[in-house]
């Protein structure tokens, strides 16, 4: 609804200022419901004062019949849009309450999107380094999904290199798992991601100390980019029982993946070779004492050793050549791909953009998420030297904070632990901008009185327990006048109106932090408004409409919520 009323209003502007503009060109106002800075840009034409211009606008647009609008006003060269809030209530709670979690859906948008994301080396377990690329690219697909889209998201195996050749050659030679390391996770014992990263660890050892290990380490590499099968078989085995160990925790985390590509089956099937021997009819095909590549240097991109390297002198292929290979096959799955990545991959993305624009010619819709990295205190250990900081450890944490506090503040059950500590943790994460650095701190997280998850989802349960207390149905209510709004619920109402356009936003902008804050603001301006105006106290009618008010608030929450990947419970 309210981005219909958007429509009308820049419909409107256009009309009497016979500017160009958008529906960007409108913004939440800090005086009013929203204002526009048209009269600025007349300004600089008519050579007139912005308020003079703002005058004249708001005049004409006055006498328009503006649907949604009540009044339009000048102020300091702005002008200010007040929406009939109250004759828009009854509307807005009635669609909100019918439709329930599909609010705020978008209609069939008739496009495939292919979204990587996670694509974590299979040497171990998820480093919580890493846990920021899987929850973005979690929430994004969420939200795309919401808002209409075809959504695939895919996980890119790694299993070609030397980390994963170590753990293979090291488990066919029957090499023992380092013991101390095995022994400082052993609550993960049994897992396959944490076998593997113990036998890595004794490996790396190895691969460091004797010639001959080393160089048949660097055979198995060999042989299996030549495309030999038993070496590939090898190597996808190890592999595979990582991934097998990472998908528990990713079911943990209540995030799954449509599908796995293996990087070893690039090489198997020939999409390698194929790559590199059209890349090497390039006009800008260099030579360099590294091995093979491109020459991007016109394009902005100097490498220090010279081109971007493509293949070794000794014949293998580096992770680009591979990547190149990989999102020639992606691009035949959809219309756009989206790819999630770290801000250290920033350079290896546009050297693989610019192959696939200006060497193949491809014009393909190929859009990446930049993530920086969060800080978690004591957690950022090395991985090659048996000293990892696995999610799992970071979730039971959760958990376990999560239990404290609920039995420190009295409220819910330890039974909600996880749902909350969980919902603590991606939360805190997805609020910020993916590309603002992160300081985790469980106190932020798990403060019921801040900007955190639990704040939200304690917000969604009292809703929920009111509904629950009056004991009716909504869809029984029928909504009277809504002169007599409370300031708190003008608020509100605006608010959920906001949602749809919210969600359209996010996924326009590929922003989870967007839903996060607004979830947040409206949990806020609840919390305010049961504090402020009775429920079941007041009068019929009254009542009646806080009661459709709040179960508006509390399905808005919940979806809200879902395109975070967190759980909103009935009770706290």
Request: a neutral charge; one cysteine or more; hydrophobic letters at 40%.
């Amino acid at each position: 609804m309210q981005t219909r009323i958007i429509k009308k209003i820049v419909d409107s502007l256009k009309s009497v200022s016979k500017e160009h503009l958008s529906s960007d060109d409108l913004r939440l106002s800090p005086v009013a419901d929203y204002c526009s800075t048209i009269a600025f840009k007349r300004a600089k034409k008519t050579h007139k004062s912005p308020a003079d211009e703002a005058e004249k606008i708001a005049a004409k647009l006055s006498e328009y019949a503006i649907p949604g609008v009540k009044r339009v006003e000048a102020l300091n060269g702005y002008v200010n849009f007040f929406l009939d809030i109250a004759g828009l209530t009854s509307q807005s709670l009635n669609e909100i309450n019918k439709l329930g979690a599909d609010y705020g859906k978008g209609e069939n948008k008739d496009e495939k999107i292919v979204l990587e994301h996670s694509s974590i080396n299979p040497s171990g377990p998820v480093h919580v380094g890493r846990l920021r690329n899987t929850l973005i690219g979690d929430s994004i697909a969420r939200i795309l999904r919401f808002s209409g889209y075809d959504v695939e998201t895919h996980y890119y195996v790694n299993d070609v290199g030397k980390q994963v050749a170590l753990i293979a050659l090291a488990q066919k030679e029957g090499l023992y798992p380092d013991n101390k390391v095995k022994k400082r996770y052993e609550s993960y014992a049994n897992r396959g991601d944490f076998q593997v990263f113990f036998v890595y660890v004794a490996a790396n050892r190895l691969f460091e100390s004797d010639e001959g290990f080393r160089n048949r380490v660097q055979s198995l590499i060999q042989k299996a980019e030549s495309g030999e099968k038993k070496s590939l078989k090898l190597i996808k085995s190890a592999a595979s029982q990582c991934l097998e160990g990472q998908n528990i925790l990713f079911n943990r985390l209540s995030i799954q993946f449509d599908v796995f590509d293996y990087e070893s089956a690039l090489i198997e099937d020939g999409s390698v070779d194929k790559a590199l021997d059209f890349l090497s009819k390039s006009k800008l095909y260099r030579e360099s004492d590294v091995g093979f590549g491109v020459d991007l240097s016109g394009y902005g991109i100097k490498r220090r050793e010279g081109p971007s390297v493509l293949k070794r002198k000794d014949g293998t292929s580096v992770y680009l050549a591979r990547d190149v290979a990989y999102h020639l096959q992606k691009i035949k799955l959809g219309d756009r791909l989206i790819n999630v990545l770290g801000e250290d991959h920033k350079l290896e993305f546009r050297e693989l953009n610019l192959i696939l624009k200006h060497i193949y010619g491809l014009d393909c819709m190929l859009d990446v998420v930049h993530f920086s990295f969060v800080e978690f205190e004591g957690m950022q250990l090395s991985t090659r030297g048996g000293k990892t900081a696995p999610v799992d450890y970071l979730l039971d944490d959760a958990i376990k904070k999560a239990e404290d506090e609920i039995k420190t503040r009295g409220v819910g059950s330890v039974d909600d632990a996880p749902l909350i500590g969980v919902g603590a943790l991606k939360y805190h994460i997805l609020k910020t901008t993916p590309t603002k650095p992160i300081k985790f701190s469980w106190d932020d997280a798990l403060d019921f009185e801040g900007d955190s998850c639990p704040y939200i989802q304690y917000a969604h349960a009292r809703a929920d327990s009111i509904i629950k207390k009056w004991g009716g149905d909504l869809s029984d209510l029928t909504l009277g006048s809504s002169d007599s709004l409370d300031d708190v619920e003008h608020k509100m109402i605006f608010m959920l109106m906001r949602y749809p356009s919210v969600v359209e936003e996010a996924a326009l902008n590929l922003k989870p932090h967007l839903i996060a804050n607004y979830v947040y603001e409206l949990a806020s301006i609840f919390s305010s408004f049961y504090r402020k105006c009775p429920v079941l106290e007041s009068k019929e009618e009254l009542m009646h409409r806080r009661l459709l008010l709040v179960g508006a608030v509390r399905s808005v929450l919940a979806s809200g919520l879902s395109l975070l990947g967190v759980e909103a419970p009935q009770r706290m």
